[in-house]
T-cell receptor, first 116, second 113 residues
Framework: ELKVEQNPLFLSMQEGKNYTIYCNYS?????LYWYRQDPGKSLESLFV?????AVKQEGRLMASLDTKARLSTLHITAAVHDLSATYFCAVDMANAGGTSYGKLTFGQGTILTVHP | DSGVTQTPKHLITATGQRVTLRCSPR?????VYWYQQSLDQGLQFLIQ???????AKGNILERFSAQQFPDLHSELNLSSLELGDSALYFC????????????FGPGTRLTVL
């Protein structure tokens, strides 16, 4: 059974600081997604990482994927209050059989709070 | 706005009842996914449809069923409801399952009393 673990689960940051959220997963996969969820809202797609070594950046967020280490990181640069939200990584459970793409397993989520 | 619509937004019902949640995917998306989000279980994949056919199942209870219709909208049916079924139910859609990100609808909050 695929397990996806994020850490930290809670992150309190000061504005202007940098930090990294880690996402570890237990079985082989080369498809990883990052989502953002604001309180009471739906999930917003941030990044799609589809190969080993993939790196994507959008504004103050940068995501990377190391499939050999089964690790993805979401790096936050110079945090601002608007980044406060819950961040989820999700791994596609598709395996070598390749027939069940889209069956996402989510991490527990990291609740990020950015303080002035 | 992701383009995925879900109705109703809120649903309050009693134990033992049956409800139907409805989802319309983004225009052009063939795949529909259902997820359940609760405090104790987190976000869990329930079931996936692609162009009307069931493609994958997750931890979906036998009391739950779903279908995707020819116009590609989908319905999730929950029956014999229990208190523990109270959760936020999301529908998501994508063009193809293999490479596309899934776009989530606003969700239906189900409360079972």
């Amino acid at each position: 059974e695929l397990k996806v673990e994020q850490n930290p689960l809670f992150l309190s940051m000061q504005e202007g600081k940098n930090y990294t959220i880690y996402c570890n997963y237990s079985t082989t996969s080369d498809r990883l997604y990052w989502y953002r969820q604001d309180p009471g809202k739906s999930l917003e797609s941030l990044f799609v990482l589809l190969s080993n070594g993939a790196v994507k950046q959008e504004g103050r967020l940068m995501a990377s994927l190391d499939t050999k280490a089964r690790l993805s990181t979401l790096h936050i640069t110079a945090a601002v209050h608007d980044l406060s939200a819950t961040y989820f990584c999700a791994v596609d459970m598709a395996n070598a059989g390749g027939t069940s793409y889209g069956k996402l397993t989510f991490g527990q989520g990291t609740i990020l709070t950015v303080h002035p | 706005d992701s383009g995925v619509t879900q109705t109703p937004k809120h649903l309050i019902t009693a134990t033992g009842q049956r409800v139907t949640l409805r989802c319309s995917p983004r225009s052009g998306d063939l795949s529909v996914y259902w997820y359940q989000q609760s405090l104790d279980q987190g976000l869990q994949f329930l079931i996936q449809y692609y162009n009307g056919e069931e493609r994958a199942k997750g931890n979906i209870l036998e009391r739950f069923s779903a279908q995707q219709f020819p116009d590609l909208h989908s319905e999730l049916n929950l029956s014999s409801l229990e208190l523990g079924d109270s959760a936020l139910y999301f529908c998501a859609s994508s063009v193809v399952p293999k490479t596309g990100s899934q776009f989530f609808g606003p969700g239906t909050r189900l409360t079972v009393l």
